[in-house]
């Protein structure tokens, strides 16, 4: 464990902008969430026959267990039923990419063999790399304590809202140390993060199937026991042993591991190549495809479930907003029938999933040039305009088709649920509306990396903002000036509101200025590799 302190701070220092986003990211969410509860069910009347909606199957599904419904839906249970399961997600993934990151990213590049050359324990930097996700997940929920007890809303209390953050917590340091058994396994960095992540899925796959079926089932997930805290509605305490003790077993089970393998190696060794590269791997685009084909396929999955979830409480919509007049209002504004709006609001949040992939796959570069790979792969022919050109144009596809998938699977299951086969159509042909948008995010994404690569993070902002101004804007009246920052805010709301070409067209030549402004900088600038 020696010069575990040291490796501390230099995590932190790494850091000190992406942490710092997350946790505001995270923060700021659940907070104006638990406010515009407030103000969108002011009355318990309001909150009744919300609590009544949310028992149709698929409604727990994406929500939480239905005992939270059992007794009075206060403001509070509703944050514990509808907003615990998603922050743990949010934790989860925080958690995962910190301490991958930070373990064995560090030896896929090298630098971690330079850095054992000096007193350096065996340990040290899985310590270290567990230790910074920790104190991310304590500020994170020590944050979300003190925000929500200050909120003053109805059910929230004091000691609920320190439960609360210590769930989150919890979950997100279980979390981090089952990603640093995945860093064991794998030899790769992008190896280790796809099985955190799968861990986080199939951890809320198994909430979903035991918060609608059998119980028990609920209980293999650690997001289901953080639900089962029942925070706000019963406070139990216990259920957060289990997310301790399943940190501690993982930590223990990851430091033997480590034990048992060679520094920059996994336990799974990789695959052994084929002795000559297929015709697609010798070009630039399909180069670039195999890079990428991770990454697309998992947010392709994802967007197609959240499709097919939200699709399956469309036929609801109506009931869901009979008596909430605010909210009714809210959606009504946007035109249409309120099958029609709701599915709009819908379709923008699935937009703001296909941004997060756009802005994923236009980094990419910024990985491969910071981790040397680039530079011998441009010491060939290949010109640095061929080489950003293929990952840009894996970018703009691979975000069209996740949006595409995502409005698939909202079509197929809306349709079914709302009883009208027409839906299908429509709601395929709205997610085709967001490509402009997607483009023009990657077109940010491209600008950043091309002229200022440090600051290519910042691209995260476009995603961010626009869930935001796009859907929260709607419930909370966010000026339209501010809307108009946002490339979402620009695309029309079909199926409520007509087709708008103008607008279209606009994106889309601002998303073509903006991609060649990218590659120009990205020719005039000197490689950066560290």
Known sequence: MAGTGTLVRLALRRDRVRLPVWIAAVWLTTLSSAASFRSQYATADDRAQVAETMREPAALAMTGPA????????????????????????????????????????????????VRAAVVGR????????????????????????????????????????L????????????AALAAVAAQISTFGRGAVGQGLAAVGLAYALRAVGDTGPDAVAWLSPIGWAQRTYVYVDDRWWPLLLLVGLAAGAGAVACALETRRDAGAGLRPPRPGRPAAS???????????????????????????????????LGEAEDLLTDNERLREAVARLGGDMVESFASVVMSVLAVVAAMYTVQ??????????????EPVLATGLSRTRWAASHTAVALAGGTAVMLLAGAGFGVSGAASAGDRSLLGELVLASLAYAPALWVTAGVALALYGWFPAASAAAWAVPAYGFFTVYLGELTDVPQALRNLSPLGHVPRVPAAGWEWTPLAVLTLLAAALLALGLAGFRRRDLTVR
Do not use: K, Q, W
């Open 361 to 374: 796959a236009m980094l990419r570069p910024r990985s491969e040039e910071t981790g040397g790979r680039a």
């Open 67 to 114: 005992h939270y419904l059992d007794g009075v839906y206060t403001h509070g249970a509703m944050l514990g039923h509808e907003l615990l399961g998603f922050a743990a997600v949010a934790v989860g993934v925080l958690s995962v990419l910190t301490v991958v990151r930070h373990t064995r990213t560090e030896e896929e590049s090298g630098r971690a063999e330079l």
């Open 279 to 313: 015709g697609a791997l010798v070009r630039p685009l399909g180069f670039a495809l195999r890079l990428h084909r991770g990454t697309l396929a998992g947010f392709a999955a994802g967007a197609l479930l959240f499709g097919l979830m939200y699709g399956s409480i």
């Open 123 to 162: 340990h040290a930097h899985l310590a270290a790399a567990v230790t910074v996700a920790v104190a991310a997940n304590v500020a994170l929920g020590a944050l979300t304590a003190a925000g929500l007890a200050g909120l003053g809303a109805d059910g929230i209390t004091a000691g609920g809202s320190v």
């Open 164 to 175: 609360y953050g210590a769930a989150g917590a919890a979950v997100g340091t279980a979390f």
